[in-house]
């Protein structure tokens, strides 16, 4: 059985940091491209940034330069590591597991930004 368990969330004020994690089991981590998306309310889930089996990474563009994803194929762990965070980054956080037409979802951690 696949699961992606993410943790990590929480409220920060604007301008902090949080580092989101995900651990996989079920899986063979190493081979799968791993994903962070985000849903507001209102909104469409969307892809915030990805990193691939080989280590290359994507943002969306309104997180280039303070968000950076790593993963640590040892411990089956994606993490997403978030700075100079700002209110619209509030949403729900949800990490992804994809390869070839197997695509996996966690089940999401909360990630609100207010003073």
């Known amino acids: 059985q696949v699961q992606l368990v993410e943790s990590g969330g929480g409220l920060v004020q604007p301008g902090g940091s949080l580092r989101l994690s995900c651990a996989a089991s079920?899986?063979?981590?190493?081979?799968?491209?791993m994903n962070w998306y985000r849903q507001a309310p209102g909104k469409e889930r969307e892809l915030v940034a990805g990193?691939?089996?080989?280590?290359?990474?994507i943002y969306a563009d309104s997180v280039k330069g303070r968000f950076a994803t790593s993963r640590d194929n040892a411990k089956d762990t994606v993490y997403l590591q978030m700075n100079s965070l700002i209110p619209e980054d509030t949403a729900v956080y949800y990490c992804?597991?994809?390869?070839?037409?197997?695509?996996?979802w966690g089940q999401g951690t909360q990630v609100t930004v207010s003073s």
């Open positions: 992804n597991a994809r390869l070839l037409s197997a695509s996996h």
């Open positions: 079920g899986i063979v981590f190493s081979n799968y491209a």
């Open positions: 990193i691939t089996n080989r280590d290359n990474t």
